[in-house]
């Protein structure tokens, strides 16, 4: 049997007046991350959202600094939808207390969150320009990378053009059947209201015909895309997501297809912040890439030194235009030319490769003379095969990759007929000359894959990984960014912005208590 008293008394008493004891202040420990959070808050300049509201009518508004600080607080500890955060600030003692009483409704969250896009930006450059006055962004390398996150759209919600274009013949059908209904019935005793407005019925179905018609333009576009890239859409027609038309079916890491959208990401690699982030509609980020580095300029007053990105975003055209922006360029690159060491390099090209090593030149995987067995002579504009051929210019031929148009030189070899290695060079379907093309970014390639052969580089480029993926990883596991809420590119945009703008926040907070207390006696 217990002795009495062995419970422990109860601290409150619930019919006291007193809510709290002794203060709200005391139930948040002295090192909980949200007093840094409200701490970084308060130091940051809120006119630009302040400049959004009216300031004289309406009743006084809850201030932008504790909406804004709930969404990204809420997103550090998992909690995204307007309702979890509306219940976390009427019951969570660490959310009560950032927002110091407040209590917003999840109305006001779900429209806060797309309303302030402008401002948003700005607090995401005030966050990171802190970070750089404490020396925890340097804008010595940086890693970009892209990765798939599912939108607010069913995986099989998709339709192609085909099925688009019979669901809008049946929508047509059914709005002439109800509307030839209504005209036949005196509109007063049916309750259709003003004559100069359609009937609940009829604008729901006009709603719906609007969507469809405008995914079906977005359908037979991307079908006319997929026909110039040489695939028969008759035989392989674009999916067209239905809810959230403007994301695109791509393939998952899981395994399968869903309506997805690509946001990225470019990581500091001192301290891994992230120093800009977008969202694209597409399945490859190369595009990003060198509007990241503007945009990094804009924010930050100066441009990264070094830019470290994966084989995905290796194109000749990126390259070039980080060389223009005077910013090196690591990805990895191969030379299209002969190097030391391979069978095929010597100093003078007019020479032939010895008989002895032909087994030893590259080949592709088709089993022929690679291109890298050929030598190309800037100041004579042409190539020179293994056996010392010149192979002169003969014409330009437009090339079309991922939708860039783009011209590419054709230099061709008069010597073939009798030569020895012309069954190992030529191809089964070739015209009898062997053919080798250059496009405009040959030359960016080759000092690229000069780079990435030093220790230094690829010592670099190896930590691509831990700073360019370890973002993600946070933004997915702890803050569940695995599906946007929000549908349309730019509120996706938006959303993006809003995660990672927290993520830095938390992270600034962490890094401002890891100096205070190495500072502390």
Known sequence: ????????????????????????????????????????????????????????????????????????????????????????????????????????????????????????????????????????????????????????????????????????????????????????????????????????????????????NEALERARAADEVRRRQGVNPEKNPVQIPTTDPESKVMSNKEGGYAPNYTPTATTDGHSGFIVDADVLAEVNETSAAVESIDRIEKTFGTKPKRFITDAGNNSGQV??????????????????????????????????????LWSDLNCNNRGQLDKSNFIYSSEEDQYYCPRGHAMPFEKTKPTDRSGVRTQRRVYRCPACGGCPLVEKCLAADSKGKRTITRDAFAEVRERTAIRM??????????????IAETPFGILKAVMGIRQFLLRGLDKVK???????????????????????????P
């Open 319 to 356: 390259m070039q235009e980080m060389e223009a922006r005077d910013v090196e360029f690591y990805a990895p690159a191969q030379s299209s030319e002969p190097q030391p060491g391979d069978a095929a390099y010597r100093e003078d090209p007019t020479q032939p490769v010895p008989e002895s």
């Open 1 to 212: 049997m217990l002795i009495p008293g062995y419970w422990s008394e109860p601290l409150m008493d619930r019919q006291h007046t007193r809510v709290f004891f002794p203060t709200l202040d005391s139930m948040i420990d002295e090192d909980d991350p949200v007093r840094l959070v409200d701490e970084v808050l308060t130091q940051l300049d809120w006119s630009d959202w302040e400049a959004e509201y009216n300031g004289h009518r309406g009743q006084p508004p809850i201030h932008p600094r504790y909406v804004a600080g709930a969404i990204m607080y809420g997103m550090y500890r998992g909690i995204r939808s307007s309702r979890k955060l509306e219940e976390a600030c009427h019951y969570r003692f660490d959310f009560i207390w950032l927002v110091e009483g407040h209590h917003i409704d999840h109305t006001t969250f779900a429209k806060f969150r797309t309303k302030f896009r402008k401002p948003l930006k700005s607090l995401f450059r005030q966050i990171g320009r802190i970070a750089m006055a404490l020396g925890l962004i340097t804008l010595g390398a940086v890693a970009f990378d892209g990765t798939r996150v599912k939108a607010n759209n069913g995986r099989y919600a998709t339709r192609t053009a085909k099925t688009l274009e019979q669901k809008l013949v049946m929508l047509d059908e059914l709005y002439e059947q109800i509307l030839q209904n209504q005209n036949a019935t005196d509109a007063s005793e049916r309750g259709l209201g003003s004559p100069t407005e359609l009937p609940e019925s009829l604008a729901d179905l006009e709603a719906r015909r609007a969507k469809i």
């Open 494 to 520: 938006t959303e993006w912005m809003w995660a990672v703008t927290a993520f830095n926040l938390m992270k600034l907070a962490r890094a401002i208590a890891i100096m205070r207390a190495e500072c502390s």
């Open 453 to 466: 052969s030093t220790p230094e580089a690829r010592a670099l480029y190896n930590r691509r990984p831990q």
